[in-house]
């Protein structure tokens, strides 16, 4: 009954869905190309496909290294990716060229559900942490297609709002075929709200095999070369609420480092010409990288361009890791560990809670009450570079010790293929 109810509530929701959609689309133009595939009308596919499915830009790079692994194992699958926004399926092209397919996933209405799965008829549908989509994962049992929840998570908060629904999550959660979980308390949470335990396995996160390409790390280099032996901070996937307190922190910073650069990037696209102002109206000097802009002789470098927040990372002396000022709940703190530089993050890291827990525990990880900490924590670094490295390599240390998530997914996925 629930089912039904909520089925009729996406429908009826609809209409204003897609108004919303082209309203936003008015500043985002990509928005409104392809919107009918939201509707399920995607181009017809053919062979066996592997259907993963990454919300937005942080799951879709968490994907990444599963993606590769799997067609290089299975060369003759067809990979679709799908996400619910722009911005992840742009990421997802940057990362994989031609080698995979792309669409928007369809609106969780039965229609468009039913659709989508005619045309593509998937093999399996990979699903990146939790996503949950009731009529997506109900009609892709009936249609007997296994799904997956890969590098799942579930907070303790999210597991009793399920709780409260459990009319409409335990039949959803009873559809799930496999939940490959990044920790034992993810896998009880799991288990709790219904999925069956012998579907629930601790494989942990497979953001701990971090991947950087060849490429990634000459484009790095190139960059940091550029320069020219400056301190280079990087605050990276911030929010509205952030900016400014990062702006106020570099101010800080360069009373002690007055040659100290601030590479910034904004989570989301349509937040970048506010940065930018934002920006100047401080005092700062500002080399944006979308215009081919020089960063050598400014105070902050912009990186208001998709895709490229892993270089960025790579060309810095330390990182702090946005969406964790405020009540976000933070970003992968991981991309950064990988590089072996230190991380920083602010106090709100409930999306990551695992993974923070772990870099905590080998000190390969300092959290920040606000924009002053920060900055002296920053400004001391610079001036030690012994303890600086040494902290980068506790946290690379941390991302090393923990890999081998990818190879348990991998096996699991192609086992069931």
């Not at 919303?20 to 500043?27: A, D, N, Q, S, V």
């Not at 095999?209 to 280099?221: G, K």
Request: glycine share 8%; charged share 25%.
């Amino acid at each position: 009954m629930l089912q039904f109810i909520y089925s009729q509530l996406i429908r009826l929701l609809l209409p204003f869905i897609l108004l919303r959609l082209w309203w936003h689309g008015r500043r985002a133009p990509e928005l409104r190309r392809n919107w009918f595939q939201r509707l399920g009308l995607v181009p017809v596919a053919s062979g066996s496909v592997v259907w993963v499915h990454a919300v937005s830009v942080g799951e879709t790079i968490a994907a990444a290294p599963m993606v590769r692994r799997l067609l290089a194992r299975s060369p003759d699958i067809t990979i679709l990716m799908t996400a619910m926004t722009d911005t992840g399926l742009a990421q997802a092209r940057k990362l994989f060229g031609d080698q995979v397919r792309y669409a928007y996933a369809p609106y969780d209405t039965p229609g468009a559900i039913r659709r989508f799965l005619g045309r593509v008829n998937p093999r399996i549908l990979v699903i990146m942490e939790t996503e949950i989509w009731p009529n997506m994962i109900r009609q892709c049992r009936a249609r007997r297609v296994p799904v997956f929840l890969i590098n799942a998570r579930l907070s303790e908060r999210s597991a009793r709002g399920y709780q409260r629904i459990r009319g409409l999550a335990v039949p959803i959660m009873q559809s799930i075929s496999w939940v490959a979980a990044q920790a034992e308390k993810d896998a009880d949470r799991f288990r709790r709200i219904g999925v069956a335990p012998s579907k629930v396995a601790v494989t942990g996160s497979v953001k701990f095999d971090v991947d950087i390409p060849d490429e990634v790390r000459a484009a790095s280099v190139a960059l940091r070369q550029g320069l020219a032996g400056r301190p280079v901070w990087i605050a990276g996937s911030t929010h509205g609420g952030e900016d400014e307190q990062l702006l106020l922190a570099h101010l800080k910073v360069l009373e002690k480092h007055p040659d100290a650069l601030l590479i910034l990037v904004p989570r989301h696209p349509d937040r970048f010409e506010s940065v930018a102002e934002k920006t100047v109206r401080k005092g700062l000097t500002l080399a944006r990288r979308s215009l081919g802009d020089d960063p050598c002789k400014v105070q902050v470098y912009l990186g208001d361009t998709m895709g490229e927040l892993m270089m960025l990372y790579g060309a810095s002396d330390l990182a702090f890791v946005g969406g964790s000022l405020i009540e976000r709940g933070g970003h992968n703190p991981l991309e950064p560990a990988g590089w072996g530089i230190p991380v920083f993050s602010g106090p709100y890291i409930f999306n990551f809670e695992t993974i923070y827990q772990r870099l905590l525990d080998d000190k390969g990880v300092k959290l920040v009450s606000d924009a002053d900490e920060l900055a002296a924590h920053v400004s001391l670094l610079f001036s030690d570079d012994e303890e600086r490295q040494a902290i980068g390599h506790r946290a690379l240390a941390v991302v090393n010790k923990n890999r081998g998530a990818l190879d348990k997914v991998v096996d699991g996925i192609i086992e069931r293929v």
